[in-house]
């Protein structure tokens, strides 16, 4: 059985004019490693992807059945006994030597020949450098293999798109238990919201959405946003954790939870009536969501989507990127970006660059426009997570986007 994507990676490595991937990790959470593991957890290891191939080298023998799964998904293991794992260790040898004895076997064992070698993953900075060194000393030439990785990467396996779609599921479960903790708040004295008889925080909306994820066996290694008013404007503001939500204003509620790969969704809500420029905004931002969404296929850049919703913005007055960089308040990112190992990766929506040509089937994107004004002390966005079909897209996050949370 071959590696899922040994075609691509040989066209990666031909583009590059490298003989070879080297992929330096300290454990399976690098994103660059997992998707040589078939969901194997592993600590220390190294992958050498060459000519069709892909080999993979741990550190452990306790780690054999971890490492069998990245053997069913078509990729060679090389065992610690192979290069001699016990003896070096007996020998007190260092991490360095160690991991130099792994990839030298690695490199013999695919068959690589001395020449420029794309280094991917992400590894302690000492170890970096001492096998960039032990690699020139042997006649090969280290390059970066940021890129390459991110482009090998991007267009989802049918399996990583079900591993996003059970993070997703999970999510789109997380939101309806916030929508009802909210709906079910009593309004207070200066507005402030509470259930029972407990104020409701913003740690407290986490702690609801965290208790979802942890039941389902997600983590939140990047954490959660749940921000209000003035802290919803500023785009990244996760919240203030004591902080009491009010009636009457925004809550930006930005979930990104990780299984084996990471999801991500966005809702704004209000408990109550929310002022006539909240609600506006809100009005706007699901339009310029529904024709996004819309226009979601492969052939379509995602530069073209954000600037439609640019135009659209710009039209009912507010500052948009494309003439405004650096402006704090109107539509100040991107409309959306790829999701996958990391929560951030290709396709890009920017107009140039690495990832920035158009959808292919098999991409996962977000689509989240926004409106944010500080001044007034609030922000809107809204937020899907989609897989792009071969004749349009399917939506991975179905939610209400009502800002009133009891409509949901």
Aim: net charge negative; proline share 5%; glycine share 12%.
């Amino acid at each position: 059985m071959a590696w899922t994507r040994n075609e691509l990676l040989g066209d990666l490595l031909a583009a590059e004019n490298a003989e070879a991937l080297l992929v330096l990790a300290g454990s399976s959470r690098d994103p660059d490693l997992a998707p040589f593991l078939g969901g194997g957890r592993l600590g220390d290891a190294c992958v050498v992807g060459h000519g069709g191939g892909a080999w993979l080298v741990y550190f452990t023998s306790m780690e054999r059945e971890e490492a069998a799964r990245a053997e069913a998904g078509g990729v060679e293991l090389i065992h610690p006994a192979d290069f001699g794992m016990e003896t070096l260790r007996r020998e007190g040898k260092t991490l360095e030597e160690i991991f130099a004895a792994a990839v030298r076997a690695a490199l013999d064992r695919a068959g690589v020949v001395p020449g420029r070698v794309a280094l991917a993953g992400r590894p302690a900075a000492g170890l970096a450098v001492a096998m960039a060194g032990r690699l020139e000393e042997g006649g090969w030439k280290p390059v970066s293999g940021r890129g390459l990785m991110l482009a090998l990467r991007r267009t989802k396996t049918k399996g990583e798109t079900e591993g996003i779609a059970s993070a997703a599921r999970a999510t789109v479960e997380a939101f309806e238990s916030v929508a009802r903790m909210l709906a079910d708040s009593s309004v207070r004295e200066r507005g402030e919201l509470w259930l029972g008889e407990e104020r409701v925080t913003v740690a407290r909306v986490k702690a609801f959405a965290a208790q979802v994820f942890a039941a389902h066996g997600l983590e939140q290694p990047e954490s959660s946003i749940v921000a209000p008013a003035e802290e919803g404007a500023t785009g990244h503001s996760t919240g203030t954790p004591e902080r009491g939500l009010r009636a009457g204003g925004s809550i930006v509620v930005d979930l990104f939870p990780r299984g084996l790969l990471f999801a991500d969704c966005t809702r704004t809500f209000c408990v109550g009536e929310p002022p006539e420029e909240l609600a506006r905004a809100h009005g706007l931002v699901l339009e310029a969501l529904e024709t996004s969404l819309e226009a979601v296929r492969p052939g379509v850049r995602g530069w073209t989507l954000h600037e439609r919703v640019c135009r659209l913005f710009e039209h009912e007055g507010f500052e948009v990127p494309d003439k405004n960089p650096g402006a704090q308040s109107g539509y100040f990112h991107l409309l959306g970006h790829g999701v996958g190992y990391e929560l951030h990766e290709l396709p890009s929506f920017r107009e140039t660059g690495p990832g920035t040509e158009a959808f292919r089937a098999g991409d996962v994107v977000t689509i989240e426009p926004g409106l944010y004004d500080p001044e007034a002390g609030w922000g809107v966005r809204l937020e899907d997570l989609v897989v792009v079909t071969e004749d349009g897209m399917r939506n991975l996050t179905p939610l209400p986007y009502d800002l009133d949370p009891r409509a949901w």
